[in-house]
């Protein structure tokens, strides 16, 4: 039975942090949209740790904030602790992180969606897609509804024939206590999309009442809180405004009643239960077959790999004011049950913990990201977008700014627009996103600082300016915000020069040189700035200050950047045969030919491509060109 005559201009799948971001920028934009999910009652929800940013993905989440996303204000409005981190170093990699309370966020959240014009949800399991040709024109569900859809956007997270890993204990599903999907990944190897397998792991939960926080460190957060939305540039009623239906969405005053997180390490007892029991371990076993991530390893992984280290530090963080859960960051692992309670009581604090939720390993399908255009459609079958851990990411961040741009793209593609593609020297996802599509990734993937060649450019302070070009387009963001945030580019433009040119009272050199010689080490300090400076916003400030005091080095970036300009504006015919560019190495035309990039920028940063087969390819394009024009 179909649902709908009349299809939906966008189908969302899945309801996580990709789904939701998907789903909210379609409807913003105005198209009619649907967002499925298996279970409304976990909208939203947070599967792992209860925490949003951290080190490039809480530059990222602002970056999500500037375009007009809902994380950020999400986790301001509904956190519980808030932390910079990186504080002691440049402004470059301070990043926010704080603590959400898992409940309040997941509601306020799904209450936003139900609030929202042009959007729909609706409680079914994708089972299926429904192609014409190389086309999707809709998707199939368990309980006989086929619902229509000119785009369709896939975020099914770790759900696809996802399976759970106790020790030698097995359960299908995504995420304790939920189902898996089982058949959908039939229906995208049907249409030629390859998939592949990863893992992940989550640590036990503990009942907060049975530990003793004597004997752990307390880890409280900052009394001026870093917020990720741009308060400053939003509308007075973004934040605990009522609707006109009357209701009000749960939520409190940002940095209020921050509560503590506690730090603890393991043992030699700890690493001697490890140890003996590894064979034990579903990874280690054999059992799972999937690769899990490198940077986030399971406690069996740091007992192996990091042996030379005494001991590894854990971290106990609420999940919420109104539980009594604690999330043991740190600890994941696939080892059974009564290893599992063994561990977890050689650590000091833990002695006699209760454990609420057992630690588990879920390993589940994805689709290698090098199948997908900049826009992230697949290039193997029209109007189907991907996002989130489907395409080999791990983290709320990294999922959340997929979603946003790929329910932005399957709205362009409805209205036949171009679509948007942000690029690597503009910020965090940027990076994400062009990683994904030329390079691909072999383990979940990860945002971190030093994937960004252009990392000076985006602390984190300084989203709203850099994305405001991409902002103005898509319709995501009021007018009355896009003034706001162009008035505040416009302050900041005008003290850098001012600051630059004036001379402080009785100083040698700009305000600029005095701000320099103090930031890189100089002694003294700076003298008091001008009144009209200080009236200025304190957003404004920080930015004018960094902008000033890392100028050489932002001009640098800046050089740079036009310079790698070139070959990105080089665009590579969709139809060139690789095979007959003379001199291009067969490794390098096989893979360009696999990759398909559409400028030589990308076809650089293809693993296994050269400087050399750049250099060839480029004077191949240009002796086209001049035949064209001939």
Not at 497 to 514: F, S, V, Y
């Amino acid at each position: 039975m179909i649902y709908n005559r009349t299809p939906f201009d966008v189908i969302v799948c899945g309801a996580g942090h990709a789904g939701c971001e998907a789903a909210l920028a379609a409807a913003r934009m105005g198209a009619s949209t649907l967002l499925l999910t298996g279970n409304l009652d976990t909208v939203a929800q947070m599967s792992c740790n209860p925490a949003i940013g951290g080190q490039a993905k809480g530059q990222m989440v602002r970056e999500i904030d500037a375009l007009g996303g809902e994380m950020g204000i999400t986790t301001d409005l509904t956190g519980i602790q808030f932390r910079l981190l990186n504080e002691s170093k440049g402004a470059a990699v301070q990043s926010p992180r704080a603590q959400c309370d898992k409940k309040a966020y997941q509601f306020r959240l799904k209450h936003t969606l139900e609030l929202q014009p042009n959007l729909q949800m609706f409680q079914a399991t994708v089972t299926g897609l429904i192609y014409s040709g190389q086309k999707v024109t809709g998707v199939r569900t368990n309980l006989d509804l086929d619902f229509a859809g000119t785009t369709v956007v896939v975020t099914t997270g770790t759900f696809l024939r996802g399976l759970m890993h106790i020790g030698q204990n097995k359960n299908e599903g995504g995420r304790l206590g939920d189902f898996s999907a089982k058949t959908l990944s039939s229906s995208f190897l049907e249409a030629g999309i390859d998939l592949q397998r990863l893992k992940t792991g989550t640590p036990p939960r503990l009942l907060g009442r049975s530990l003793d926080f004597s004997k752990m460190e307390a880890q409280r957060g900052d009394p001026s809180p870093t917020l990720f939305a741009f308060h400053d540039t939003r509308d007075p009623d973004d934040l605990f405004h009522v609707e006109h239906t009357g209701e009000q969405r749960l939520g409190w005053t940002p940095g209020s009643d921050q509560v503590a997180c506690w730090m603890t390490h393991t043992t030699p007892e700890t690493a001697r239960i490890v140890r003996e029991n590894l064979t034990k371990s579903a990874m280690y076993s054999g059992e799972i077959e999937g690769v899990g991530p490198r940077y986030c390893p399971s406690i069996e992984d740091k007992f192996v790999r990091f042996a030379d280290k005494p001991r590894h530090l854990l971290f106990l963080e609420p999940e919420g004011r109104a539980t009594n859960e604690y999330y043991v960051n740190g600890l994941s692992t696939s080892l059974p049950f009564d290893v599992q309670r063994d561990l977890v009581r050689s650590i000091p604090g833990l002695e006699s913990a209760v454990i609420l939720r057992p630690a588990y390993a879920v390993e589940y399908d994805f689709a290698p990201p090098t199948q997908l255009f900049p826009s992230l459609e697949s290039r193997k079958v029209e109007n189907l977008f991907f996002a989130g851990q489907i395409n080999g990411t791990s983290g709320y961040e990294e999922a959340a700014a997929q979603g946003l741009v790929a329910g932005v793209n399957a709205v362009h593609k409805v209205r036949a627009e171009a679509p948007l593609v942000i690029a690597r020297h503009e910020g965090y996802m940027g990076v994400l996103i062009d990683d994904l599509v030329t390079k691909g990734t072999r383990e979940p993937y990860r945002m971190f600082t030093s994937r960004a060649e252009h990392r000076l450019l985006f602390n984190h302070g300084s989203a709203e300016i850099r994305l405001l070009h991409h902002t103005r387009s898509h319709g995501l963001v009021s007018t009355s915000r896009i003034q706001r945030m162009e008035h505040k580019r416009i302050r900041i433009t005008e003290w850098i020069a001012a600051l630059e040119r004036e001379r402080p009272p009785g100083g040698q050199g700009t305000w600029g040189d005095h701000i320099r010689r103090v930031t890189s080490g100089g002694q003294g300090q700076i003298p008091a700035y001008p009144a009209a400076f200080q009236a200025e916003s304190a957003e404004v400030r920080a930015e004018v200050i960094y902008r000033v005091s890392y100028a050489g080095y932002l001009e640098r970036e800046e050089r740079q950047i036009e310079k790698l300009s070139v070959i990105e504006r080089v665009k590579i015919p969709a139809a060139l045969d690789y095979q007959q560019v003379r001199g291009l190495r067969r490794e390098s035309a096989l893979k360009l030919a696999e990759f398909k990039p559409s400028n030589l920028g990308q076809a650089s940063r293809i693993s296994g491509v050269n400087p050399a087969d750049i250099s060839i390819l480029l004077v191949y394009i240009e002796a086209g060109r001049g035949a064209d024009a001939r």
